[in-house]
């Protein structure tokens, strides 16, 4: 599974992850709270999606 960390901001103890391309917010790095972000798309509300990754070889 792809997944990785975005940013962190510490004040809050928020996390920005990616997994599968798609964001979420997880609280003090506990994954199974995660909620995932949604943003204002041309169609309307859409999931927030990652920048694609460089494919490892």
């Given amino acids: 599974m792809e ?3 975005e ?3 510490s004040d809050l103890r928020l996390s920005t992850i990616c997994v ?3 964001r979420y917010l997880v609280y003090d790095s506990a994954p199974r709270y995660a909620v995932q972000v949604w943003e ?3 169609d309307g509300p859409r999931l927030s999606q990652c920048p694609r990754t460089p494919d490892k070889d």
Wanted: hydrophobic share 10%.
């Fill in 3 to 5: 997944a990785y960390k």
């Fill in 7 to 9: 940013e962190y901001n």
């Fill in 20 to 22: 599968k391309g798609y």
């Fill in 40 to 42: 204002n798309g041309p």
